[in-house]
């Protein structure tokens, strides 16, 4: 009976561990976010990032996915 107990018990403990809500610093993790991202309605931020850069790395992405 001890023998199958004692590694039920790793395993529980492993997972008791691995759900706990706080981080390695002591501070608590970030919850569900259940809010969507929203599209950028700053005209200004397209004018700091070079999107065409990034048009070009899908491009790269997808034709090496094909």
């Known amino acids: 009976m001890s023998k199958k107990l004692f590694p039920l018990l790793i395993v529980l403990s492993f997972i ?3 759900c706990s809500s706080l981080n ?3 501070k608590r ?3 569900f976010n ?3 991202i ?3 309605s700053d005209p ?4 700091i990032i070079d999107t ?4 070009w790395e899908i491009l790269t992405i997808n034709t090496i996915d094909k």
């Not at 065409?52 to 048009?55: E, I, R, T």
């Open 34 to 36: 259940l809010e969507k």
């Open 52 to 55: 065409s850069k990034v048009y």
């Open 16 to 18: 008791y561990l691995g």
């Open 24 to 26: 390695e610093f002591g």
């Open 29 to 31: 993790r970030n919850g």
């Open 38 to 40: 929203k599209a950028n």
């Open 44 to 47: 200004k931020a397209y004018s």
